[in-house]
């Protein structure tokens, strides 16, 4: 398990380009055949990826958890990005299509993932963070998520948001996740922008097609910076942090958030005439 350490926001004001990558930025998920997990000081969240081939991927707690299991003391995520796959959950296996989703509450002793076919594997994305209280693994399929519709062309910004670990359909401790899809044409995502003291967030950005990219907008209002994404990238955003996306044309991300506050539309916003 690799290490990620996320910068105050005093800190964050000084840095370069390449030092805000470094800080915020992970690149190199979702390689062929192989599990790859960042244990993050980010309210303690692990992300990571398991793109399995002929073998199924097992999840290992790591050195970094000093836990008997992965999921001792955590709650799981996944969403599938690519072709349908298997997540083996104490035995119980759970198909998943192409952007379908798994909870794996906590207590869950054996977890592996598995692609249907070698040549056209699942790909899955991870995210985790510390759990108190047991919830039951469930899946999210396609049809399951909360949907919402949102935007306006005229701000190309008509996208479709998919809740699906959330109060209203999956119960977690503390993780929400699902993701939001763009229509063709529009390329901003989340905005008015807004912070929230009381999580942090994540995103994995996708669907990005070659040659294109999203300007992913950080930092503090009132001193926002960027990092340029490519497909299948993740950024980290501190509580402090404001996070948007604007694409050289439509795409899809993922949103995971884990904290004190499940309710999603616990924001503290900040005008767009008043950002710098």
Known sequence: MKKKYVPCQIATKAMDTQQLRESFLIEDLFQRGVLTLYYTDLDRAVVGSACPTNAALKLEAGD???????????ELGVLNIGSTGLVNVD????????????????????????????ESIAEFYL??????????????????????DLGESSQANIRTINQ?????????????????????????NTMPVHTHERRSEV???????????????????QETRHIIVRNKQVVLSPSWSIHSGCGTRNYT????????????????????????
């Not at 989703?101 to 692609?115: A, C, D, T």
């Not at 699906?164 to 901003?188: E, F, H």
């Not at 995103?203 to 209002?221: A, L, S, T």
Request: hydrophobic share 35%; aromatic share 14%; net charge negative.
């Open 253 to 276: 991300f993922c949103w995971g958030m884990g904290g004190e506050n499940q309710r999603f539309d616990d924001m503290d916003p900040a005008p767009t005439n008043e950002l710098k």
């Open 64 to 74: 970094e958890l000093r836990a008997d299991f992965f999921c001792q003391r955590r």
């Open 91 to 118: 035995g119980v296996k759970y198909e998943l299509k192409n952007g379908e989703s798994l909870y794996v509450g906590r207590g869950s002793k054996n977890i592996s993932f598995e692609s249907i076919d070698s």
């Open 127 to 148: 995210l985790s963070y510390p759990a108190h209280k047991d919830f039951p693994t469930t899946k999210s399929a396609i049809g399951d998520a909360n949907t919402i």
């Open 164 to 188: 699906a670990i959330c109060q209203a359909r999956i119960p977690s401790c503390q993780l929400v996740m699902g993701y939001t899809k763009l229509n063709d044409g529009s390329v901003w």
């Open 203 to 221: 995103y994995m950005y996708f669907d990005i097609k070659p040659n294109e990219c999203v300007f992913h907008f950080m930092g503090n209002p």
